[in-house]
């Protein structure tokens, strides 16, 4: 059974950092690309990173290229995001999903975690 | 940038058939997943690959993909089918994976 949990969620002034961590189980983590996708309150899905499964490719969305950063841990099965320079409208809750196996699509979703930029 | 377009809203009454539509440029040649997402819970997904069911999607969900719309069909609508559906593709040219701006479900 495929579990993903998000942790590392808060409040964050703008301009400072905050790092989220998924913690994956249930499957092999170190052949799966996995995704971050985020929301805004009241609004939609909105992608943000992809790593593949042996962290050699990476993609982002352009409004946080150069200010977030997705990496993995696959001895620790560990899936981070580390977000610098943040502003309000990065403020959403964050999901950490797991590659359906083909790098095209999420197949599993975490629950989330809120982040909220906010001075 | 590659762009999906979907309705805002879509209401039915309990039993008959939904219709959700994403559009998108040559939408045909790629590959369109649909997620289910209910108030305050993730997304789930329920058809892949344009017509292809995850063996927890009930069969009264089905998928199509033609020209520049893809289209999710929901039979039969129950009270708990209402939720937002999205549509989801990657797009190669620019290695980004793109979502519709969603469709609220409303069962009347």
């Known amino acids: 059974q495929v579990h993903l949990v998000e942790t590392g969620g808060g409040v964050v002034q703008p301009g400072r950092s905050l790092r989220l961590s998924c913690e994956a189980s249930?499957?092999?983590?170190?052949?799966?690309?996995m995704y971050w996708v985020r929301q805004s309150p009241g609004k939609g899905l909105d992608w943000v990173a992809t790593?593949?499964?042996?962290?050699?490719?990476?993609f982002y969305t352009d409004s946080v290229r150069g200010r977030f950063t997705i990496s993995r841990d696959n001895s620790r099965n560990t899936l981070y995001l580390r977000m610098a320079n943040l502003r309000s409208d990065d403020t959403a809750v964050y999901y950490c999903?797991?590659?359906?196996?083909?790098?095209?699509?999420?197949?599993?979703w975490g629950q989330g975690a809120l982040v909220t930029v906010s001075s | 940038s590659y762009v999906l377009t979907q309705p805002p809203s879509v209401s039915v009454a309990p039993g008959q058939t939904a219709t959700f539509t994403c559009g998108g440029d040559?939408?045909?040649?790629?590959?369109v997943q649909w997620y289910q997402q209910k108030p305050g819970h993730a997304p789930l997904l329920v058809v892949y690959?344009?017509?292809d069911r995850p063996s927890w999607t009930p069969e009264r969900f089905s998928g199509s993909n033609s020209g520049n719309m893809a289209t999710l069909s929901i039979n039969r609508v129950e009270v708990g089918d209402e939720a937002d559906y999205y549509c989801?593709?990657?797009?190669?040219?620019?290695?980004?994976?793109?979502f519709g701006g969603g469709t609220k479900l409303t069962v009347l």
């Open positions: 790593i593949f499964h042996d962290g050699r490719r990476i």
């Open positions: 040559n939408i045909e040649s790629k590959s």
């Open positions: 249930g499957f092999n983590f170190s052949e799966n690309a």
């Open positions: 690959d344009d017509d």
């Open positions: 989801q593709v990657w797009h190669t040219d620019s290695d980004i994976w793109k």
């Open positions: 999903a797991k590659d359906a196996g083909y790098v095209q699509f999420p197949d599993f």
